[in-house]
């Protein structure tokens, strides 16, 4: 069997294995549903109540996408000017590193009394919440350049803004890559944190509502929808990274060897 495809299987396999196990444990155990509810019960939950769902899952998608977008193009900025300038680093470093270390449930009402509840609030928490790896990850990408290339780029003559864009930038792209699969289950994180707040959409709303009616087959049918949200962007990123950064990973059967 090829090694992808046994890798495929055995996932496929170990997933199905453990929500098997979910079942029969609260089977054998008479575990309570308002303790933890079965997959099979939240299946059913989730069926029967998609129609009502779906414009909360659509809500979420899309102020994630959004706060998600917003953390780029800051983040990548950011990034750039870090990883670019020693200056930048010694100031703007150990800012970014105390304002990562805020937990952002303490923000979001900052956010409410600025602009109020709703979409606005949700977006800002997803983007600070995709900030922090973003720019990470450029600022170490540009700062492991190899100075061979720079030296290169100098002797031709080039402005430090043609070493940034032909070499700095192309050299940061799996740092990139590999921070956006990071930073999209953050913003979802984030997502979520604002709308159990101060949304009255979303499915983080939904959650709050249902665990205040002790409705948990509900509470757990959000979990799965942030979850298949998450691991589909996060799959799409995958892939973009495989196309774009393809050179920078070595090949399967070199390394297995």
Not at 159 to 175: A, C, E, H, Q
Not at 239 to 254: M, N, P, S, V
Request: glycine share 8%; with cysteine.
């Amino acid at each position: 069997m090829d090694p992808q495809l046994r890798r495929r299987f055995w996932s496929v396999l170990l997933i199905i294995g453990f929500f098997v196990a979910w079942e029969a444990f609260c089977w054998l155990f008479h575990i309570s549903d308002i303790v933890l509810p079965k997959p099979s019960q939240i299946i059913v939950t989730l069926v029967q109540r998609f129609p009502a769902l779906w414009p909360h899952a659509v809500q979420t998608l899309y102020t994630t996408l959004v706060g998600f977008a917003f953390g780029i193009v800051a983040g990548v900025l950011l990034g750039v000017m870090i990883g670019s300038s020693r200056l930048a680093y010694d100031v703007a470093y150990p800012l970014l590193i105390g304002f990562a270390s805020i937990p952002k449930v303490a923000v979001v009402p900052i956010f409410v009394l600025w602009f109020g509840s709703g979409a606005v609030p949700a977006i800002l928490t997803a983007m600070i919440m995709s900030l922090f790896p973003i720019v990470v990850n450029v600022a170490t990408g540009l700062a492991t350049t190899e100075p061979e290339l720079e030296d290169v780029m100098k002797a031709l003559r080039a402005s430090k803004f043609d070493i940034l864009w032909n070499v700095g930038l192309p050299r940061t792209m799996p740092y990139f890559f590999a921070s956006l699969k990071v930073a999209v289950t953050l913003a979802f994180v984030g997502t979520v944190i604002s709308e159990t707040v101060a949304s009255n959409r979303g499915i983080g709303n939904v959650m709050m509502i249902a665990s205040s009616n002790f409705d948990v087959p509900l509470v757990f049918a959000g979990l799965i929808i942030l979850a298949i949200m998450g691991v589909t962007l996060y799959a799409v990123f995958s892939l973009i990274e495989g196309r774009i950064t393809g050179w920078a990973h070595r090949k399967d059967e070199f390394a297995m060897g």
